[in-house]
């Protein structure tokens, strides 16, 4: 109880230095944005410029990897504790070399839209419907490079075995919850 009528003495003495202090801490908040302006492309991280450009799956296959639907690049990483069958590793080399080869395709679509982005605003061209295309491109190429990714761990579902999945799962360090049912569609 005495420990509380102190503080509470204390925080009333303290509350008008505070008061005080408060105009000039809050007049110099800075962004957090600040330090962006000096990007290539503003919109984006130098790990997401080179992540796009090499067909990296940025958690575009979330939904898929967390619901026990494994993706072709983690699976031939450990493709030899799935005890993966000579069928299963061509497969799964098939599946990424052609997600990869568009995913880097769809990729520097998205750089170059947020590039054309990024110069509208800068050049001061920009416009309703200027913007209104550009951003639209974005999201319809962003929804493709998703489709991409998501299509690949479809793809690695059906080839796996229900142990296999389990086995990667248990790997990546995924827990089963409500929704980790493990379907076999060979």
Request: charged share 25%.
């Amino acid at each position: 109880m005495a420990r509380s009528v102190l503080f509470a003495i204390g925080l009333m003495l303290c509350s008008p230095i505070l008061m005080l202090c408060s105009p000039i801490v809050g007049s110099t908040q800075i962004s957090p944005y600040a330090g962006f302006e000096q990007r290539e492309i503003k919109t984006l991280a130098l790990d997401e410029v080179s992540g796009y450009l090499a067909g990296e799956g940025m958690g575009f296959a979330l939904a898929a990897e967390l619901n026990s639907y494994p993706g072709p690049k983690h699976v031939m990483e450990i493709a030899h504790r799935l005890d993966l069958n000579e069928k299963q590793l061509k497969a799964s080399q098939r599946i990424f070399d052609r997600m990869h080869s568009k995913a880097v395709e769809i990729g520097t679509q998205v750089v170059e839209k947020e590039q054309e982005l990024d110069r509208i605003f800068a050049q001061e061209t920009v416009t309703e419907t200027n913007l209104k295309r550009v951003v639209k491109d974005i999201a319809d190429i962003k929804g493709e490079l998703r489709y991409v990714h998501l299509r690949a761990h479809l793809e690695m579902r059906s080839i796996l075995s229900p142990e296999q999945i389990q086995t990667y799962n248990s790997l990546r360090g995924y827990g089963l919850g409500e929704h980790g049912r493990y379907h076999h569609t060979e």
